[in-house]
């Protein structure tokens, strides 16, 4: 009799849990591994093991041995920043992955960059600094206001907009706490509107499976904090523009190195063209690649990313478009204070459109008496709708009249 497909996934916490699940409901033996005992996925796995999902020497240590005992078949993450872990464990034991190199250029946002400039690829004008000194001379030469990202960091944590040499001080003091690496990146500061791409690469082909428009009418209600509330699908780009925008995520991809796996893209679309801000060689978190996706068009690009770590088949079907709704994802920003009471929520999941409503993981315990501060990245969202309508304009209506049902009164 064969062995079952073993598949190791990086990272046990609420935002790999989709993929523990479905790896599970495929009957496969699952190991996990992730730095907390308590993470939740530790629970659904067959074998686990504590290791940071950053920590590659540690989990490629923990997956040697797990794999002189059971041999693995594959190894994924999903949503973590992580793609270096996953590709150096890939590379260690022989199983299927992105060479480590390529999936650090598409990690580390100096290195993304600076290969993206040597390739022509349009991107915001950058330097990297080491200090607030450094930090300082960066943005004088690219001209106030100027964007601050650790290197090694997601989901815009750490990401501040900075419009004076007043505000750099606690922006570079802040890179500390999200990363672990000296240097960090100062960017201009570019408006328009704001995009993500998600993908699969098989045999150095790139096929675009989903394309929204991100939501950033709040982005800067919290300065100097960026805050996306949701987005939207299909894209109100037109065709043409659309076209352009794939072409250069294809070429971004290309010029990192990416040859194997899932691709997803942040784009902002200027006045004078589109920039990359971000491509990274990982499944997309926020319900993208395995909610979003999948209620607009039927495409699953987990599922994809699955077969393809485990060395099954990507049929051309998995990745083609089956059909085409209007789908929206709004967030529930309450007042920061003290929860005195939370009204809605039943009537909000009973509406017709709604595909869920749900509380972000953190915010599961919410309740009366639980404290909310003001959010500083995207973590710190509280709750979640997700609609679909023949149109898009319909599945945003019904996604803004659910986030109005929902009232938490804080004091
Ligand atoms: N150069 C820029 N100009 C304007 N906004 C930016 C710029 N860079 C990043 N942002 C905003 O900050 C968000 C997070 O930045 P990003 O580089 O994607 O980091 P993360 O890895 O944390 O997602 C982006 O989605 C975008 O809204
Ligand atoms: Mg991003």
Redesign the pocket.
Known sequence: MSSPTNLLIIGAGPNQVPAIRLAKQRGYRVVVTDIDPKAEGFALADETGLASTRDADATVAFARQSHAKHPLTGVMTMAS?SAVTVAKVAAALGLPGLNPAAAWRATH?VERQRCWRAAGIAA?R?DEARDLAGALKVAEQLGWP??V??VD???????R?VNSPAEMGAAVAEIAEHSKRPEF?I??????S?HSIEGIVIDGQVTWCGFSD?N?DN?EIYPPY?L?DGDSMPTTLAAGRLAEVQALSTRAVKALGITWGPVKG?I?VAQDGP?M??M?ARLSGDYFCYETIPLHNGINLLEAVMNQSVDLPVEPAMVQPKFHQGVALRYVWPKPGKVKAITGVEAVRKLPGVHFFKWEPRWRDIGVGTVINPAR??GERVGCVMTFAPTRAEAIRIAETACRMIKIETE
């Open positions: 920043e946002k915001p950058f100027v964007v990202k650790p960091s997601a989901g815009s944590r750490g990401v907009k990146l960017e201009e500061f570019l408006t328009g704001e991100r950033y982005k960026f996306e942040d902002l920039r801000i971000e990274a990245s995207m």
